[in-house]
């Protein structure tokens, strides 16, 4: 069995500053790993992922997430925040041989001016 | 194309009516999903389908019926639905591990809110 763990259910940060948004997972098998954004009223938009190879992931509107397979983490990193970056943030995970995908709890970040 | 394309957006209904949401997916994905989410948490699977077949039923309970008509369509027929059932109610696709295909990933709709009065 697979689950996710978003540590933190809320984030406030000022704009500008860098951010962290942590998830660890626990599984049996190998995973795929994904952070999703949700903007209000909107659906689930995917901001990058990681599947093999390089364990440093670069997704789009400058995030990027580091897979830790000893900590078992995939933490979401962003160097300067921005205003437009406040959102629901989900880590993801899918296991090698299932069509389900196990989601976290979830992390509102929430960016101040 | 890499669009799922939900309608209707918005839903009001009364707790005897018969509805149904729709959604389609033109990227030749043969997974699709049904995921109910309400507000501040994560989504909540209902159904998977895999090669137009029902592969996950996560005890959903029968006021929700999935059917799968082809392999871009998906919809969700809700009759005597109750007013917890209010949520933003989303479909996904992806492609199936099986397939070979290493995207992985989930591709979302942006939802169909439904209110139940």
């Known amino acids: 069995a697979q689950s996710v763990t978003q540590l933190d259910s809320q984030v406030p940060v000022f704009e500008e500053a860098p951010v962290e948004l942590r998830c660890n997972y626990s599984?049996?098998?190998?995973?795929?790993l994904f952070w999703y954004v949700q903007y209000p009223n909107q659906g689930l938009q995917l901001l990058l992922k990681?599947?093999?190879?390089?364990?440093l992931v670069k997704g789009i509107n400058g995030f990027e997430a580091e897979f830790n397979k000893s900590q078992t983490s995939f933490h979401l990193r962003k160097p300067s925040v921005h205003i437009s970056d406040t959102a629901e943030y989900f880590c993801a995970v899918r296991g090698y041989n299932f069509n389900k995908f196990y989601f976290g709890s979830g992390t509102k970040l929430n960016v101040k001016p | 194309d890499t669009e799922v394309t939900q309608t209707p957006k918005h839903l009001v209904m009364g707790m005897t009516n018969k509805k149904s949401l729709k959604c389609e997916q033109h990227?030749?994905?043969?997974?699709m999903y049904w995921y109910k989410q309400k507000a501040k948490k994560p989504p909540e699977l209902m159904f998977v389908?895999?090669?137009?077949?029902?592969?996950i039923n996560e005890s959903v309970p029968s006021r929700f019926s999935p059917e799968c008509p082809n392999s871009s369509l998906l919809n969700l027929h809700l009759h005597a639905l109750q007013p917890e059932d209010s949520a933003l109610y989303l479909c996904?696709?992806?492609?199936?591990?099986?397939?070979?295909?290493?995207?992985?990933?989930?591709?979302f709709g942006e939802g169909s809110r439904l209110t139940v009065l």
């Open positions: 599984s049996s098998v190998s995973v795929y």
């Open positions: 990227m030749g994905h043969r997974a």
């Open positions: 389908y895999s090669y137009e077949k029902l592969s």
């Open positions: 990681y599947l093999s190879g390089s364990t």
């Open positions: 996904a696709s992806s492609p199936l591990i099986t397939s070979g295909r290493r995207t992985g990933e989930l591709f």
